[in-house]
Each structure stands twice: as C-alpha cells, then as structure tokens.
C-alpha cells in the first residue's frame, strides 16, 4: 500500500482530484491510501464545499485555513501548514494539481524534505510570466519527480525545457518521468455530464432556452485588476446582449464580484446590473457549470478550465487573454484569443455565431487519464 498526500486549495483542484480520489475508490482501494489536504485557499461555501459535497470527493483529512492573502504570505502560510503535514504522515508522495499558490506551497515543502512531487496538469505554459500561474508551474514542474502532462503541446513544452521524455525507470527529481496521460478534467466532464442532467436544476432559475445563451466567467487578475481591461470585456458583453439581443449567464467568482463595482465605470456598472438579458449570479456548482456549458452556444471566458470543457462539450469559446496554455484549442479553430479587447471579442462572437464548423477531434485523452495515472504511481512508487 502506497501513501499519498494530495493537496487542494482553490476550486479547480477541488474539482480535478475527484477523478484521481474515483479511480482510486473504484480500482485501487488496496493499494493507495489518499490523505487530502485542504489549504482553504478557497473557502466561501460555492468556492469549496459545495465540491466535496456534489463530486462525492472525500472530505479533506486536513484543512489548514489559510484564506485569502498576499501570494508571499498566503504560500508562506502553506509551506509551513504543508511541511509539518509531510514530516507526521510521511507519504510515498505528494498529488499536486495544475498551478495555484496551493501548488507551489506543496512543491516547495515537498521538494525540500525529499518527499516526491506528482505534478498532474504539467507541462502547460503560457510563456507569459505576468501570470502568477505561469511562476507556479514551471517552479512546480521543475522540482517533480512525476509530470503527467494532459496534452501533446505539455510534452513539447517539458522538452523545450530539458525534461527527458522517455526515461522508463529509476525516477527521481534529477531524473524525473514524464507522462502524456490525458486530462483528468476530461474524465470528469465525460462522467458527471450524465449525472447533471438528471440532478442540475440551473434552468428552473435561469429562464433561457438551450443553444440561446452565452455562459460567460471573468475571474484573473490581470483583467479584474485592471479597470480598462474589464471595463472592455463588460462593454463587449453589454453589446452583445443588447445589439445581438443574446442571453449571457455570468457566474462571478468573489474576486470579480469585487472588483465590479470598483473597477467599472458606474455608467457601465449600472447599464450591466440593469440590463435584463445579463444574468449575473454567485458561482454555481460544477453540475450546474457543466449543464451551462454543455446547453451554451457559446462560452466567452479566462478561465484555463472553462476552456477545455467548451471545448469537451463541443462549443466554441471566446478566450479573454492574450494567449493560452491551451494552444490546440486555438489551433483546431474551436478557440479565438480575443484578449481584453471589446472589439475582437465582438467579432469573434459574430464569425462564431454564424459559422460553427468545427471539428473537435479528440485532443485531451480517452477519459481515463485518472486511472493512467494511479496505476502509474503504484508502478513506481
Ligand atoms: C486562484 C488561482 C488561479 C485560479 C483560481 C481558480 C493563484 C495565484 N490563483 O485565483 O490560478 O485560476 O484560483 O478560481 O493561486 N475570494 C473569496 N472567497 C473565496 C476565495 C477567494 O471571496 O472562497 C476572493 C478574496 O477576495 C481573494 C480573491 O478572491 O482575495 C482572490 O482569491 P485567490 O485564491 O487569491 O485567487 P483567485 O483569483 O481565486
Ligand atoms: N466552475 C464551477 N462553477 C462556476 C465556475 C466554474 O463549477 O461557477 C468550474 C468549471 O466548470 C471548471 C473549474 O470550475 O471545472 C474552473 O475553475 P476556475 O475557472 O475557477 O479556474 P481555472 O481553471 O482558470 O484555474
């Protein structure tokens, strides 16, 4: 029996260590033992709870509570909550999860007491280090003794930056293994989508009909903290629901909430509170996301994860920021980076709204990237 540590904190993770916590309950119950641990890097009751709750994740072993904070103090506070989590329950190894300050916390602690890193979601680059992500996973990435890479342009990406991509034995963090898995957010999509469509009841709040709306989030940084980047990205979305007459659903996460008030001008604040066809709501759960998005004709966002799922879901998406870690998106012609820029997000929506031919060939695995990577760490560990 193997031990591992997996550590959650913001919500995505919350949502992508359900496929690996399913497939070890379903194939592997004698030969992992799971501790989670939760940073409480998220912690209002739809940002975390709801997830443990809804995904039938167990529930975390530990959490430690750090809350919201600067990224120096809110990781710092992790590290030492992390460390001494590692030093009592000693695990073969510690399940990181794509790139928020939870991940790198746990990359930190774990690399320095010698304990192996698992990176799930590795690979990925933006090339853009303004994003705090883009520190997260290369720091993250470099100090993993397993990345399992959900996409051909991750492994690219790995050997750009000297990772050796066929090593088959004696792993380390000096002589790390490097898998093409696929995506473990696939898995999810593909096995909750059933289930949301008999236990997501979105449409009995949200009046619209399917195929007639727009699903649309906001939530980085460098477009909530920047009032004239959110202030171009609410314009496009207040003409295209006025002009085009278009629905447009907006779950807003607690940051952009915000920053809505602060950041907009209040003419535009009040034209988007006011406007009848913008249904702006708390965050919903994920079988309600993936109701959304799967009824959508279309997904606007900047979010890495809302990416992928209109994309699993067979929507074309709207990406607001100036490149994505998600390139075959773009490169299969399902994705147009439209940035913060009112104008090409306008346009994208019209070339979309009349010309949805897309092929959305099978990019991010078979669904089982979950199971690849639990039998995987068994082998090895
Ligand atoms: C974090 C991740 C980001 C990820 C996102 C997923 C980092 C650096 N960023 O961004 O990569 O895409 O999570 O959603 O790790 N807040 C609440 N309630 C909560 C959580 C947050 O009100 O439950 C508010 C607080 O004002 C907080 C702000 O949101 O200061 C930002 O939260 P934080 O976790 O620091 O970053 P996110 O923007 O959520
Ligand atoms: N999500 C959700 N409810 C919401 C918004 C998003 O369940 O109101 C889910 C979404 O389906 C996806 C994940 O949260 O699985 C994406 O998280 P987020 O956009 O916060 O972070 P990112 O993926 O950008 O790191």
Redesign the pocket.
Known sequence: MIKIVTIVG???QI??AAALSRAINDQFKNQISEVIVHTGQHYDH?MSQV?FDELRIPQPDINLNIGSASHGIQTAKMIQGIEKILHERKPNAIVLY???NSTLAGAIAASKIHVPVVHIEAGLRSFNKSMP?EINRIMCDHVSTLLFTPTKAGLTNLQNEGFELHRSKSYSVDHPGVFHCGDV?YD?SLYFARIAETQSAIFNHFKTKPNQYILA?I??DHNTDQPERLEAIFEAIHQIATSDEVDVFI???PRTKKMLSKNLTPSLYQKITENKRIMI??????L???NL?KNASMII???????K?AYFFHKPVLILRPQTEWVEIVEQGAGKICDADQQKIIEAFQTFRYDQKINFSPIFGDGKAAEFIARKMVEIF
């Open positions: 913001a919500r995505p949502i992508k739809n997830f794509g790139d928020t992500e957010m999810n989030t939530h980085r779950p807003l996460h709501s708390k965050p919903v759960s994920f309600d996301m993936i998005e966002t900047d979010s890495g994860g809302v990416q799922e």
